[in-house]
C-alpha cells in the first residue's frame, strides 16, 4: 500500500479485518456500511467499495449516504494526504456510471425510509440505462437517468433489460445461467461464482423484456420464490414459457427448506446453501414441460379457441367453473394479450368473477401490467361476427387460439351454414 496505492487484496483483507461479509460484484465489493456513525440496519450489503484504476478505494453508502472518508475509515483505510479523501470511479463501466439516487429521493405520497440498495440495470454497451432502489422497510422506486446528472423517478419509455447484462454476455456459454425473482437474489447467487440475472419489478413483469437474446443456447435454470400463493410458480411458467425455442435447456428448480411465506434463493444461501450444492440440485432437476391442455390439434400446451368459447359460456351461468383447479391449470397457460382478451369477454358478458381475482390467483399479475406489456406490439382485437344459433341470429365476439411457433394468428371462420 506504499504511496496510498491499494490492490484488490487490500481491500479484501481490511473487510475481513473488520469482521464484515462481503458480496462480489463484479470489481465491487457490497458489504454493510462500516462508517463509524452509520444509521440503522447494518446488516443489509448497503455499501459498495472498490479499487479504482489508480490504485485508490472508492466507496458509496447507498442507504444513509455515509461520507466517503468515513467509510475509510471504517476500513481503517483512509490516510489523509494521500489522496483518499477522493472517490475514484470504478474502472468497469468507469465512464459510463451517473450519480447514485441518493442526490434525490423520488416525489411519493408516502413516507420512504432509508436508501438501502440501489441495483444499476446497464446494457451490453456498459451504459446505466436504469436503476432499482430499495428502500427500509422493503419499498422499491425505479428511475432513469436525465442526462444532466439528475433523476427521473419512472420508466416511461425505456427498454427494459435483462439484469447484470455485461456480466451475462462475458459469462462461459456452457455454464448454467440462473434466473432470480429479483435483483438482491441474483446478486447473491453472482457472489457465489456463478451466473445470474432477473428482471426489474418482481413477480409478473418478466414479459416487459423484449430482447432474450442473452439467453439464446444457454442452460437455464429458474428458482422461483416460495410464495404461499403460488405466485413464484406462476412467474416462474411465464419464464420459462418465453425462452422455448430460445434456450438450449430451460429448468425450473424449487429449492428445499425454503421458509413457507416468500422464501427465496438468498435465504437459501443464508442457511448454508453453496455453489457446488446448487449446481448438484440444478443437474438433477427434471427439463420443464409446458402444462398440457386441450388445443386444437390435440398436443399442444394452449388452450383453444373452441375450449375458451365453451368456458366463458358456462361461466356466464356458473362461474365457479374458473375455480375449478384444471381450468386454472390451463388458463395460466395463455399469454399476455389473451389475457387482455379475456379479461374484455369475463366484463362485456358480465360474468359475476371480480377480475382482480382472476389477476391475483390465476395469472399473478394485473391488467395495467398486461397492458403495458401489450403496447409496442400490435394486437388484432378480433372483429364482432355473426354467427348462426338456435333459435335465430346472435352476435359475439370471438376468441383467438394464442399464436403458436410458426403460425398466423386469424380469427376462427364463422359458421356461416
Known sequence: MAGGSY???DLDAAIAAKGLHAQLDGERRRLPCPAPNHPGDRSEANCSAWVGPDGSIGARCHSAGCAHREILEGLGLYRGGNGQSRNPTSSQHSNKRQPGPNDRKP?????????????DHIDADGTL???????????FRQSRPDGKGGWIWNLAGVERILYRLPELLDADPDHPAFICEGEK???NVAAL????????????KWQLINDLRPLEGRQVVILPDNDPGGQGLRHAEEVATSLQGIAASVKRLELPGLPANGGD???WIDSGGTAGNLLELAADAPEWAAPRGPTESGDQSIPSSDWLENLLQSATDDPGVLLEPDTVIRLRALGVADRVRLRAEVSNRKIKVPLSWLDKEIWGTSSKADEEIAQGRAIEWPEIEPCSARGGSSWRR?????QLPG?????????SS
Open 7 to 9: 490492490t484488490v487484496a
Open 129 to 139: 440505462v436504469y436503476q432499482v432502489v430499495r428502500y427500509a422497510p422493503k419499498q
Open 407 to 415: 403460425e398466423s394468428l386469424h380469427p376462427p371462420t364463422p359458421d
Open 185 to 187: 437474489d441474483a446478486d
Open 398 to 402: 370471438v376468441v383467438e387460439k394464442p
Open 107 to 119: 416525489a411519493s405520497r408516502g413516507k420512504l425510509g432509508p436508501i438501502v440498495a440501489t441495483y
Open 265 to 267: 434463493v438468498s435465504d
Open 193 to 204: 461464482g456463478l451466473v445470474a440475472t432477473t428482471s426489474s419489478g418482481g413477480a409478473g
